[in-house]
């Protein structure tokens, strides 16, 4: 339990220095984020070796991956109309975030993401901390904790948007983890897929 404190701290002082209005200007946040999720999960593995064997990626969980992609694309979709009618500052805020692939090479983007972030970022949020939390106290609590925290580590970027945006997809793969953890190599598939539509293919 000490190791999984452990690293949830490190990524939380990463995820502070991408997003913080008083440090992201300083730092590149593509290969930044692409660093640090790569290294919590290489962490996550030295950690909890041997969690790829209960990974399964054929053919049902290709599909599996690209529908739950899909699904969550679209609650964003609805969830960006509805946030529009109710909060004046969700445009900008969604703008701002929108944003931070200005000036980046498209096709870099979708490799980082597709075959890098997305992946390493399930490996460590769900792959080791929700499953450590879940097996010390139990799957419920695990995963509820596990979500916040997701959604936590990124509220530094006082953007409220981005912050909702984790709980919800944190919330999304979560769930899925909780009932479905055979299910992990579509989880993977599927935050990779979603990261690259919702800000490359086909952005809100």
């Given at each position: 339990?000490?190791k999984?404190i452990?690293?949830l701290l490190?990524a939380?002082?990463?995820?502070t220095i991408m997003?913080?209005?008083?440090?992201?200007?300083s730092v590149n946040?593509?290969?930044?984020?692409t660093?640090?999720?790569?290294?919590?999960?290489v962490?996550?593995?030295?950690?909890?070796?041997?969690?790829?064997k209960g990974?399964r990626i054929?053919?049902s969980?290709i599909?599996?991956?690209i529908?739950?992609?899909?699904?969550l694309?679209?609650?964003?979709?609805?969830?960006?109309k509805?946030s529009q009618?109710l909060?004046d500052?969700?445009?900008?805020?969604?703008d701002?975030i929108y944003?931070m692939?200005?000036?980046?090479s498209?096709?870099?983007l979708?490799?980082l993401?597709?075959?890098?972030i997305?992946?390493?970022?399930e490996i460590?949020?769900r792959?080791?901390i929700?499953?450590?939390?879940?097996?010390?106290?139990?799957?419920?609590?695990g995963?509820?904790v596990?979500t916040?925290v997701?959604a936590?580590?990124?509220a530094g970027?006082c953007?409220?948007?981005?912050?909702?945006a984790?709980?919800?997809a944190?919330?999304?793969?979560?769930?899925?983890?909780?009932?479905?953890p055979?299910?992990f190599?579509?989880?993977i598939?599927?935050?990779?897929?979603?990261?690259?539509?919702?800000f490359i293919?086909?952005?809100?």
């Amino acid at each position: 339990m000490k190791k999984a404190i452990f690293t949830l701290l490190i990524a939380t002082v990463l995820w502070t220095i991408m997003f913080s209005p008083l440090t992201a200007p300083s730092v590149n946040f593509w290969w930044m984020m692409t660093a640090s999720a790569c290294a919590l999960s290489v962490m996550a593995t030295f950690f909890n070796p041997g969690w790829w064997k209960g990974v399964r990626i054929d053919v049902s969980n290709i599909a599996l991956g690209i529908i739950i992609a899909v699904l969550l694309w679209s609650v964003f979709w609805v969830g960006d109309k509805l946030s529009q009618i109710l909060f004046d500052f969700a445009r900008p805020q969604v703008d701002t975030i929108y944003g931070m692939k200005d000036g980046e090479s498209p096709w870099l983007l979708t490799f980082l993401m597709l075959f890098l972030i997305g992946p390493a970022e399930e490996i460590f949020w769900r792959g080791y901390i929700q499953k450590r939390f879940s097996q010390h106290w139990n799957p419920n609590v695990g995963f509820l904790v596990t979500t916040s925290v997701y959604a936590i580590v990124h509220a530094g970027s006082c953007n409220f948007m981005l912050t909702m945006a984790a709980m919800v997809a944190g919330f999304a793969w979560g769930i899925l983890y909780r009932f479905f953890p055979e299910k992990f190599g579509a989880i993977i598939i599927s935050h990779a897929l979603w990261d690259v539509a919702v800000f490359i293919w086909f952005p809100i």
